[in-house]
């Protein structure tokens, strides 16, 4: 396991890396007409944003010498890296489609795994300013006015100096809030809403996209996430250890097992968070 010096050092490193994207994100989110929409070969689309977000990450955190295994990165073989003990896992734009249809619901995450599990993550949201962060067996926190900013360079001390603790005792709230995509909804999120309506007669639905949705469970905003389409691992590492870090939950649906990284397929199961 890494000394706490060497986690000190690479906080910043993340957390600055994620900023550093998002100003690379928003320069773009403000000319629609330059979005140079693609797609992939899975049929998701692509835009210059999400490749600008990729190369700000990989030249940021190419000092630490961590290996990279990003949404946007070349297609790595298991062979070469299912010995990792330690890299980083990341999406550089979380909610493209989102980012595309203009609606401000999309994310930087950036999950430092060791021995496939995250220790230290790290989702920015940049149009509102807000970035998240978490430390295994050391807690979860949000920190506001952190605006998109090429040249980052927010110090350890810095960071920790303004992060505010999770949940938040402002989010209290007496209704059951369930959180679902806004984009990728199907018959299965319906009825499984339905059956939890059950129980829960006032249930209430938030529509979010992007990793956002473990963040508002984190806060205490939302209080259940199901997800019954395809997702991939760098979609849910840094979410995940946020949200474990409040007291909350993630795991496979309908099995019940926790989701597991660094596989040869990188898609997760179908899933449910709860706080």
Not at 75 to 86: A, G, K, P, V
Not at 163 to 173: F, G, K
Not at 223 to 234: C, K, N, V
Request: proline content about 4%; glycine content about 6%; overall charge negative.
């Amino acid at each position: 396991m890494i000394d706490d010096r060497i986690r000190e050092y690479l906080l910043p490193q993340q957390f600055n890396a994620a900023v550093r994207a998002g100003a690379a994100i928003m320069k773009i989110y403000k000319h629609s007409d330059d979005y140079d929409i693609s797609l992939k070969s899975d049929h998701t689309p692509i835009t210059v944003a999400d490749r600008m977000a990729h190369n700000t990450i990989k030249e940021a955190l190419g000092t630490t010498r961590i290996p990279i295994l990003s949404e946007e990165g070349r297609q790595m073989l298991y062979d070469e890296r299912r010995n990792w003990e330690l890299y980083w896992l990341v999406d550089p734009l979380d909610g493209t489609v989102e980012f595309i249809k203009g609606n401000n619901e999309f994310t930087v995450n950036i999950a430092l795994m060791e021995q496939n599990e995250c220790i230290s993550s790290v989702i920015y949201v940049p149009y509102h300013h807000k970035i998240y962060i978490a430390e295994r067996g050391r807690g979860a926190w949000v920190m506001h006015g952190v605006e998109p900013d090429a040249l980052a360079a927010y110090s350890y001390d810095e960071i920790h100096s303004n992060m505010v603790s999770l949940p938040l005792a402002e989010a209290r709230h007496d209704v059951f809030r369930v959180a679902v995509s806004r984009s990728h909804q199907t018959d299965e999120t319906h009825s499984h809403i339905a059956t939890l309506r059950e129980q829960h007669p006032d249930l209430e639905v938030i529509e979010q996209g992007s990793s956002y949705k473990f963040c508002l469970l984190a806060e205490g905003v939302a209080d259940y996430y199901i997800r019954t389409t395809t997702t991939s691992e760098w979609d849910t590492a840094a979410g995940e250890l946020i949200l474990a870090e409040t007291g909350g939950t993630t795991l496979s649906y309908p099995e019940g097992k926790r989701l597991s990284y660094n596989k040869e397929v990188l898609d997760n199961p179908w899933f449910v968070a709860k706080r």
